[in-house]
């Protein structure tokens, strides 16, 4: 059996990264899967091969969410869960950021979590989860990436917010945190098709092998794992709550 038999899922961002391990994980562990995402041509590949749901969501528009929402019901008849997953990262110094840069960054990364969380949760089965993706920048700083670590502070204040509200249902609404991650986000290589995808990662693994106490960069897979546990049963009294999942990196900085 698997720990998400019976159970529907709508993840953002689906098409690639962390959100296509966590629909891959998610369907290998009985849930079926509704995979949502701007990249169209990537998203349906992906559903086709699962054999999960794909739909165009651009999570910053709220007749999107709507259009999605009923088309999971239309499919499964019901959702369990949400993965807030899909975000973008734009690199400036604050002082630099257009406005219309940070307010893009906005949109995508807050405005989509709360209306995830507005037109999902109505419809969301009591028990249901949410798991909202912030990032290691929420809680604490760092520089060069200010519109990113301010929405990604604001899910966090939506996730504890929302967790009260849901709660008399029993929806538990989760956020995690992760560190630097080897996807096309962190990594823009992999989106070459003629880069060595090993050899990118390696690159990458130096990049933070002195920043990171675990020694490398984290894989999408991993954060996958972390998901999984927000969204199962596993996590039964867990609410609210922010999981960082780093290699250790807010822990600090080995002089040694």
Same mark, same amino acid.
Do not use: Q, W
């Given at each position: 059996m698997g720990k998400l038999d019976g159970r529907v899922v709508l993840v953002t961002g689906a098409a690639r990264g962390q959100g296509e391990k966590e629909a891959r994980l998610f369907r290998a562990e009985g849930a079926e899967v509704v995979v949502a995402d701007v990249l169209d041509d990537q998203g349906a590949a992906l559903a086709e091969e699962i054999g999960a749901l794909y739909v165009h969501l651009d999570v910053g528009r709220e007749d999107d969410w709507r259009s999605a929402v009923r088309a999971a019901q239309a499919a499964y008849g019901r959702l369990d869960g949400l993965v807030n997953n899909a975000g973008i990262l734009r690199f400036n110094a604050l002082v630099d950021t257009p406005l219309d840069e940070f307010m893009q960054v906005v949109q995508v990364n807050q405005v989509g &979590?709360? +209306?995830?969380?507005?037109?999902?949760?109505?419809?969301?089965?009591?028990?249901?989860?949410?798991?909202? !993706?912030?990032?290691? !920048?929420?809680? !604490?700083?760092?520089?060069?990436?200010?519109?990113?670590?301010?929405?990604?502070?604001?899910? +966090?204040?939506? !996730?504890?917010?929302?967790?009260?509200?849901?709660?008399?249902?029993?929806?538990?609404?989760?956020?995690? &945190?992760?560190?630097?991650?080897?996807?096309?986000? *962190?990594?823009? *290589?992999?989106l070459d098709p003629d880069a060595d995808p090993e050899e990118t990662s390696k690159a990458l693994d130096g990049l933070y092998r002195k920043l990171v106490p675990l020694g490398r960069v984290g894989r999408p897979e991993e954060v996958a794992r972390l998901a999984l546990f927000l969204t199962s049963e596993d996590s039964s009294y867990i609410t609210g709550q922010p999981f960082v999942i780093d290699g250790g990196w807010l822990a600090g900085v080995s002089i040694i």
């Open positions: &979590c709360f +209306l995830g969380v507005k037109t999902v949760a109505p419809v969301l089965a009591d028990g249901g989860t949410i798991v909202n !993706t912030a990032s290691y !920048t929420a809680v !604490t700083g760092m520089a060069a990436v200010g519109a990113y670590a301010a929405t990604k502070h604001a899910i +966090l204040g939506l !996730t504890r917010v929302a967790a009260l509200e849901l709660a008399p249902r029993g929806i538990r609404v989760n956020a995690m &945190c992760p560190g630097a991650v080897d996807t096309a986000m *962190s990594n823009p *290589s992999l």
